[in-house]
């Protein structure tokens, strides 16, 4: 297997921030190198959703969708760690000060830091509202977004459906505190969680303690991912996401238990021109590998120049 790009870290925004380039042009010996987004096969910067580092963008995804296709070629995949997860900016569990607008102002940032103007944003659950809080603020910056698993900021003219049951109960209860030093304790919560948020397609137990085990090596302070959930937004904010005038798609899971499928289906309805891709038995997770070749599919149609 190939070795992962490493891992850079850079000041972005004031503040530190891990992130990965996987080069399609450099796999295939086409690199032709710069630091101008022009000089690069088309950028896609994948969002994580709140609390996830950006190793639960699976490894294999990010190779498969760098590596592209005959017909568009290849493609330059960046992911990153969000503030308080990873290698990024890190402060103590509850003693976090920054809003959910700082954090779509570092998505700007390292987008201009990596030189991938314009780039094709793809944003998961929070990390779809910060895609969406981005293309309302700084459009200049995209050339496409997709939002997946995720719902419409603001209010929309229509009742959406609430979380299942049982994910509804998992709020009311309180999950034990993860020893984080006990690598079977780390896998377990993960596949609970996986379990949890994941619809009809089978849990893949080992591929989830890989990506847990991973994740927890590279985070100094597990528990300050939690911030991400006290993180409020600023007055003000826009939500006028018809408004949006950026080539959209939306990838929605037909079992997802947070947001059931109608949340895709407004988003779609609501921003003009938006194309929605339903994933059969996907829930509200990252793509499990069974849906990749339908899903790097639908985002290598939609980032082609």
């Known amino acids: 297997m190939e070795p992962l790009p490493p891992v850079t870290i850079d000041t972005v925004n004031g503040a530190r921030m891990a992130f990965q380039v996987f080069d399609g042009d450099a796999a295939s010996g086409d690199n032709k ?5 022009g000089d690069h096969a088309p950028a896609i910067v994948l969002v994580a959703g709140g ?21 568009t070629g290849t493609r330059r995949v960046i992911r ?11 402060v103590a569990p509850g003693a976090a000060t920054y809003s959910g607008a700082d954090l779509v102002d570092d998505l700007a940032a390292l987008i201009q830091h990596v030189g991938a103007v314009p780039a094709h944003v793809v944003g998961l659950s929070s990390g779809g509202g910060m895609t969406q809080n981005l293309a309302l603020r700084r459009p200049d910056l995209l050339a496409s977004i997709t939002l ?16 299942t049951p049982e994910m509804a109960a998992s709020f009311g209860s309180s999950a034990p505190p993860v020893d ?14 996986e379990r949890l948020y994941s619809g009809s397609i089978p849990v893949d137990v080992e591929r989830i303690r890989r990506i847990a085990l991973a994740s927890a090596a590279r985070t100094a302070s597990p528990d300050s991912a939690e911030n991400h959930w006290s993180a409020s937004d600023p007055p003000g904010l826009r939500t006028d996401i018809e408004s949006i ?12 238990p947070l947001f059931p499928l109608p949340h895709g289906e407004a988003l779609a309805d609501i921003i003009p021109g938006a194309r929605l891709v339903v994933v059969p038995g996907m829930g509200h997770q990252f793509p499990p590998p069974p849906t990749w070749p339908q899903i790097v599919g639908e985002l290598l149609r939609h980032t082609a120049r």
């Open 33 to 37: 190198g710069g630091g101008d987004s």
């Open 51 to 71: 609390a996830s580092t950006m190793d639960w963008w699976d490894d294999g995804f990010c190779r498969r969708l760098a590596s592209g296709d005959a017909a």
């Open 80 to 90: 990153y760690d969000l503030r308080d997860t990873g290698q990024s900016e890190t």
């Open 148 to 163: 997946m698993s995720t719902s419409p900021v603001g209010t929309v003219d229509r009742p959406l459906p609430p979380p």
């Open 180 to 193: 984080w030093t006990d690598d079977d304790a780390v896998a377990s919560a993960a596949i609970a969680t």
């Open 245 to 256: 005038a950026l080539p959209t798609l939306v990838v929605h899971g037909s079992d997802d």
